[in-house]
């Protein structure tokens, strides 16, 4: 299977286990539906494990690239994006294909602490934090350190709710607590 072959079975990985779970997919569901045999995916990823760290990669990048380029887009200072933040994941709440954070699946379903697929999943996290530290720090908040720890809770919690209430709602109301911690930067 060329690297070519090998991007194509990750890129059509990724929504099998977005919508069904790390655990429910089985390899013979991921063979079935990439049309790719076991044989050939086992010959790029040794375990199921190694392909899912791939969709992770994949996703960790793809889904930082698009967030962090729609706040630049939707906001000019550096408090305007985180705020906007917000607007944009209540978009993302109203696609079709909205499951929540396949983060916080990988992690809910690789719960050991030594995991590399947990490990993975709380890195995203980290990358995200450490985004919105910068912004914050450019917003000149008095604790960026703990003004993007604030909100990178408020935005997993608003993607937790969201996916267990089917609703857009959480994201208004992390934007609204947003607002109150961000008060002083407007």
Same mark, same amino acid.
């Given at each position: 299977m060329s690297q070519n072959k090998r991007a194509e079975l990750v890129e059509n990985a990724?929504?099998?286990?977005?919508?069904n779970g790390f655990h429910a997919t089985g390899m013979d569901l991921v063979?079935?539906?990439t049309g790719v045999s076991k044989t050939s995916i086992y010959k790029h990823f040794r375990t199921k494990e190694e392909l899912i760290l791939a969709v992770l990669r994949l996703r960790?990048?793809?889904f930082r690239n698009w967030l962090c380029r729609k706040m630049e887009e939707m906001a000019d200072t550096p408090a305007g994006q985180l705020l906007v933040m917000f607007d944009i994941l209540e978009q993302w709440f109203l696609e079709d294909s909205f499951r929540g954070c396949m983060f916080i699946k %990988?992690? !809910?379903e690789f719960q050991d602490q030594g995991d590399a697929i947990n490990l993975h999943a709380f890195e995203h996290k980290r990358l995200l934090e450490e985004h919105f530290r910068t912004l914050a720090e450019q %917003?000149? !908040?008095s604790n960026p350190s703990q003004l993007a720890r604030e909100l990178l809770l408020l935005k997993e919690g608003a993607i937790v709710l969201a996916a267990m209430s089917h609703t857009t709602a959480p994201a208004k109301q992390a934007?609204?607590?947003a607002q109150i911690l961000m008060a002083d930067l407007a």
């Open positions: 990724l929504p099998l286990f977005y919508r063979a079935k539906e960790d990048e793809s %990988a992690s !809910a %917003a000149n !908040a934007k609204q607590v």
